[in-house]
């Protein structure tokens, strides 16, 4: 049994403890915006955030987490496609297959909680996601359209 | 469990896009947490045309005006769902912000004599072969709704005039909107005769439009096929001989049944084990737990060295050799040559390694199969399914669902819809989502074929290349994949780029030319990737004019011009990639240039990369400059994504894209060891769409073939050495 916080709920779930969390969102919880592509770290596909911290998913038993981790997935960003990076993804047309684009957002959304205005050295040090669709321009882009939004709705 | 209770999942459902939120699949954002897996993750809507009649085959209006329109190719990544529909909405005369799309079920097409055409989603092929048809499809319905509203006016249909979803009678100024008109239109017989636009009147083709298909996938709600989730269903994880042409011998399955969730452990065909469990996670710790004993078969030892052997002898045997192109007599013209130049240029097997690895969904009764899949011809996923499922073709069905990409990976093959039928074959009444890992996509691809090149070009005392021999070993995949589409016994396949015309043909005139290709078929599966054998052949070609051009003293862009006197358009890209560069004025600190030209998929590329190699042979690509011409552009900024995208792909497979042979199966079993390019290493891309009219060539597959060659005529630009094996990034380290 493992008490885990998901987008601001908690929520018990009856699954071995080994098992990675990215398959426990997948398949236990049913959060399938989390997407599995390599299961070994490489890809990023799975990125969550963990206290606001990216991590994928796939190489985290779920035993390492408890009620106390706030995690937050894709479906859990925003209600309503709002997130800055959301924003400026559509307004760049980012995605091509889309599969990737989950991870991608957090990974994004990760880098602009720490660092709210990365340049591109910051981006190409953070944003190690695999695209094979090859979207890294419109990403970098949409990174910093984002940071752009962020500024207007403060202002 | 029974089968009617799977009912909500059968028309209903189907993948639906739209802008406007809440169709699809989905959760209330995390708010919605199903705590078994047996639930039903999200609520299939509705078709959105059930129950509506459809305005020709291609239209379905719903009362509110919403405008959905059928697309019949797929979907996975290159944005063939939005052009399409913009084909049909140009001539619809429709509000663009109303429209929705669905896919036709393959089924339905058979049943109604392939009304919406081919399924079949590669080749860059989903425009171009089918925009006249399609464009008609919206011509149809629009002619049909303005003589609905002419008849409930009473009035003749040509002083009526349709624009934006509204009729208006010219006249009397009255209006209609669709939706107020589309059951009466629907019983109208569609007219035989349309007239379609001219393309200077064109709205909404050519436009930079955004997608239809953004939303869904910004918040996770998009379902791909490994997202699946239907009621009481199953996940299988699945492990074939990892020998090609090996079997299954035997498992232990009572190693493993007493392991959590594990329903069933089935033999899949002749070479293949899969564990059946309540979920994937579970069924894959099982499979690995599973002991298994393989037959390897007949391919045990192969390796890439006994590969290489069979490819180099080849590059000058007279076995097995065809011709795709001559021209003059190129022996004499190489004996009387002032000088000649020689090169031998290699490509390895590559893998799609498609971002959401393989899989399928099946539920098998002994009166229905039905299987849900991401798939780029879903006619093909069609049959796979019926060949596999022992049923009849119409007690079988496929829907098909948005590809987590797909190069060409899952277009010619279905092995994972086979695959999926069989082992829910095996659990009647149950539907079993197989997916693939990673390590067994990298191990069962259906490869980019291996082939060596070598080439002989001469030169006169002027430096005018006077002949060239281009001798190409290795394999093809019409052999092995199409036998059906050898030309006595000719694969014209292997020849994309060198042919004498048509949509890939050659991009120079050379006066003594011998294009030859020495089959040989390695027995290891080879397959239709991003471009097919235009990714080599443009190396071939145009590293080695470069050479030619270099050895002739001659700038690389005016060698080539001046072989291009007969190709305008091919010169037209080239030069305009050379001005916007700025060729022949310094390019920065250290940066280099080199060129490539293409005609591939009936367009026109060309591109100029820019880099710098520093001292420890660390490659940076600055800059690319590329330029297309497509004859028509249906959506340039969707153009500017895949060149972007096909440079991504393009460029992995130069840097780091290899599988090698070892042990009769692939040596690589993820990123790791078959690495793609990343954020840090993507260079700035400048498109420069130019369409020229007057033809219709593809956009997915053609700038892939110019990134590898123009960066590799860059390297030597920079360091004066020619790497003529692909993948190049640990040779440049070596150098
Ligand atoms: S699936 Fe987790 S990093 Fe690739
Ligand atoms: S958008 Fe397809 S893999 Fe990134």
């Given at each position: 049994m493992a008490t885990l916080n998901i987008n601001g709920e908690t929520v018990e779930v009856e699954v071995d403890?080994?098992?990675p969390l990215l398959w426990v969102l997948r398949e236990?919880?049913?959060?399938?915006?989390?997407k599995y592509a390599c299961?070994?770290?490489?890809?990023?596909?799975?990125t969550v955030h963990v206290d606001g911290e990216a991590v994928r998913?796939?190489?985290?038993?779920?035993?390492?987490?408890?009620?106390?981790k706030k995690i937050v997935t894709i479906e859990g960003l925003s209600a309503d496609n709002s997130h800055p990076l959301q924003q400026a993804w559509k307004e760049l047309d980012?995605?091509?297959?889309?599969?990737?684009q989950p991870g991608m957002i957090m990974a994004a959304a990760a880098l602009l909680n720490k660092n709210p205005e990365p340049d591109d050295e910051a981006i190409n040090q953070q944003i190690t996601n695999i695209c094979r669709c090859g979207t890294f321009n419109r990403v970098r882009r949409g990174i910093h359209l984002a940071v752009d939004i962020n500024k207007r709705g403060r202002s | 469990m029974k089968n009617d209770t799977l009912n909500v999942s059968r028309r209903e459902f189907l993948i639906t896009s739209t802008?406007?939120?809440?169709?699809?699949v989905g959760f209330s954002l995390g708010l919605y947490?199903?705590?078994?897996?047996?639930?039903?993750a999200g609520e299939w809507d509705e078709l959105?045309?059930?129950?509506l009649p459809e305005i020709g085959a291609w239209v379905v209006i719903q009362p509110d005006d919403t405008v959905i329109i059928r697309i019949a190719r797929s979907e996975m990544g290159q944005g063939t769902l939005t052009g399409l529909a913009q084909l049909v909405a140009e001539e619809l005369e429709?509000?663009?912000?109303?429209i929705i799309t669905e896919y036709p079920t393959p089924g339905e097409n058979r049943a109604r004599?392939?009304?919406?055409?081919?399924f079949s989603t590669g080749?860059?092929?989903?425009?171009?072969?089918?925009h006249r048809y399609v464009r008609k499809g919206g011509a149809v319905a629009r002619e049909m709704l303005l003589q609905a509203a002419a008849d409930r006016w009473d009035?003749?249909?040509?002083e009526c005039r349709a624009a934006n979803s509204v009729i208006t009678?010219?006249?009397?100024?009255r209006t209609v909107t669709y939706g107020q008109v589309a059951e009466a239109a629907s019983e109208l017989i569609p007219p035989q005769h349309v007239e379609l636009k001219d393309?200077?009147?064109?709205?909404?083709?050519?436009k930079p439009i955004p997608r239809l298909d953004t939303d869904d996938k910004l918040n996770g709600?998009?379902?791909?096929g490994t997202d699946l989730q239907l009621p009481g269903m199953l996940n299988a994880a699945i492990k074939a001989c990892?020998?090609?042409?090996g079997r299954l011998k035997s498992f232990d399955e009572k190693k493993v049944t007493?392991?959590?969730?594990?329903?069933k452990v089935v033999r899949v065909g002749e070479d293949a084990v899969a564990v059946v469990a309540d979920t994937w996670w579970q069924a894959n710790q099982a499979l690995d737990a599973l002991p298994i004993t393989w037959?390897?078969?007949?391919?045990?030892?192969?390796d890439s060295a006994a590969i290489d052997q069979m490819l180099e002898e080849g590059l000058?045997?007279?076995?097995e050799v065809f011709v795709g192109n001559k021209a003059g007599d190129v022996n004499r013209a190489l004996k009387g040559a002032a000088k000649t130049v020689e090169a031998t240029y290699r490509y390895p097997y590559q893998n799609?390694?498609?971002?959401?690895?393989m899989n399928a969904t099946a539920l098998w009764s002994k009166d229905k199969c039905e299987v849900w899949c991401p798939t780029q011809n879903g006619e093909a996923a069609l049959k796979a399914a019926v060949d596999a499922s022992?049923?009849?073709?119409?007690k079988c069905e496929v829907y098909k669902i948005h590809l987590g990409g797909g190069f060409g990976r899952r277009g010619a093959f279905h092995d994972f819809v086979t695959q999926a039928v069989n082992i829910a074959k095996q659990l009647p009444g149950s539907p079993v989502k197989l997916l693939w890992s990673r390590e067994e996509d990298m191990a069962h691809g259906h490869y980019h074929p291996i082939t060596h090149c070598k080439l002989v070009g001469g030169l006169d005392?002027?430096?005018?290349?006077?002949g060239l021999n281009v001798r190409i070993s290795g394999q093809s995949i019409l052999a092995t994949v199409?036998?059906?589409?050898?030309?006595d016994g000719m694969?014209?396949?292997?020849?994309q780029g060198f042919?004498?015309?048509?949509?890939?043909?050659?991009?120079y005139t050379v006066p003594n030319l011998l294009v030859e290709h020495a089959m040989r078929n390695p027995p290891v599966p080879p397959g239709f990737w991003r471009g097919v054998n235009i990714n080599q052949n443009a190396i071939y070609m145009e590293c080695f004019l470069d050479e030619l051009a270099h050895a002739a003293g001659k700038d690389p862009l005016e060698f080539r011009r001046s072989l291009m006197a007969d190709q305008p358009k091919s010169r037209a890209v080239l030069d305009v990639v050379a001005e916007k560069v700025g060729w022949g004025k310094p390019a920065g600190d250290g940066v280099h240039r080199g060129l490539a030209v293409v005609k591939t998929f009936g367009s026109y590329v060309a591109a100029c990369a820019e880099v710098s190699v520093d001292d420890k042979g660390k490659l940076k690509i600055h800059r690319i400059v590329a330029a297309t011409d497509?004859?028509?552009?249906?959506n340039p900024q969707q153009i500017e994504a895949q060149v972007e995208g096909s440079f991504v792909y393009g460029l992995s497979a130069l840097l780091y894209g290899e599988c090698t042979i070892k042990d009769g199966g692939v040596e690589q079993t993820n990123f790791h060891d078959f690495p793609s390019l990343l954020m840090d290493e993507m260079p700035e891309v400048e498109t420069i769409v130019m369409p020229s009219g007057g033809f219709w060539g593809g956009i997915g597959?053609?700038?892939?073939?110019?990134a590898a060659p123009a960066v590799l005529n860059a390297i030597f630009a920079a360091t004066?050495?020619?790497?003529?094996?692909?993948?190049?990034t640990q040779q440049l380290a070596a150098s």
């Open positions: 403890g080994s098992t236990q919880l049913g959060l399938t915006g989390t299961g070994i770290g490489l890809c990023g596909s799975c998913s796939c190489t985290v038993p779920v035993s390492s987490m408890d009620a106390d980012v995605p091509q297959c889309g599969y990737c | 802008r406007a939120a809440g169709l699809g947490l199903p705590m078994s897996t047996t639930a039903v959105p045309s059930e129950g429709c509000d663009w912000d109303k004599d392939r009304i919406w055409g081919s080749g860059s092929r989903g425009i171009r072969d089918s009035v003749p249909k040509g009678h010219q006249p009397s100024g393309p200077d009147e064109w709205q909404i083709i050519g709600k998009q379902i791909f990892p020998t090609f042409g007493g392991m959590p969730g594990v329903r037959d390897h078969g007949p391919n045990a030892k192969l000058s045997s007279d076995k799609h390694a498609t971002m959401e690895p022992g049923l009849p073709v119409d005392e002027a430096g005018n290349l006077t199409m036998p059906d589409g050898l030309q694969d014209p396949v292997t020849f042919h004498a015309e048509g949509d890939h043909a050659i991009s497509p004859g028509h552009a249906v597959e053609p700038t892939i073939a110019v004066g050495k020619r790497i003529r094996r692909v993948p190049i």
